[in-house]
């Protein structure tokens, strides 16, 4: 996937690209392993609690400090970006989420899994980043246009905010100088 001017520090498309993969992120870490085999740290919470033991918290490496950061996301429906995506179709969303998340997943060559490769699979993105199943795998083009259309969207819902967040920022500056 192309997403121009991603590394561009300061502009909006760069802006855009970290905001969906910290959501791809949060996404998927809830199912992340913390040292227990093929079990998620939120799945052994539940079953911790459920069960009524407490577990003893002695694993190794970083699985504690996983283990609690795990705890903390319970609390927390999500990061705060969810409601940035409102506008994009079920499909846009994740064919531009599995997009973002092959774009990480570099061959020995460095190069990123072809949008093809990326449409026939996504079925297996979809699973992996809990967004349920796709209605069906879409070709290559179809693809295309759904991460196209749902990056167009998503940078000018970032775009608007951004002007919101000015907009109020000199409103408050204004009443700080008349104040003064």
């Known amino acids: 996937m192309r997403w121009i001017n991603r590394d561009k520090r300061g502009s ?3 802006l855009a690209f970290q905001i969906v993969d910290r959501h791809i992120s949060y996404l998927i870490s809830s199912s992340a392993d913390a040292g227990w085999m093929g079990a998620s740290n939120a799945g052994m919470i539940c079953d911790s609690l459920e069960s009524g033991l407490t577990p003893d918290f002695n694993g190794g490496g970083n699985s504690n400090a996983s283990m609690i950061r795990q705890i903390e ?6 990061k705060g970006f969810s409601w940035l995506f409102e ?31 990326i449409a ?5 993105y979809a699973a992996e980043l809990h967004l349920g199943p796709a209605h069906s795998t879409p070709t290559e083009k179809t693809f295309n246009n759904h991460v196209s259309e749902g990056r167009k969207r998503f940078i000018a819902k970032v775009a608007s905010e951004l002007v919101v967040i ?5 409103e408050v500056s204004a009443t ?3 104040a003064v």
């Open 12 to 14: 909006v498309e760069s």
């Open 73 to 78: 996301l319970l609390s927390v429906r999500d």
């Open 87 to 117: 506008g994009l179709s079920r499909m846009q969303r994740l064919c531009l989420f599995a997009a973002v998340l092959a774009e990480g997943r570099r061959d020995a060559r460095g190069i990123a899994p072809s949008n093809l490769r």
């Open 120 to 124: 026939a699979e996504l079925p297996v």
């Open 166 to 170: 000015a907009n109020n920022k000199y």
């Open 176 to 178: 700080l100088v008349a």
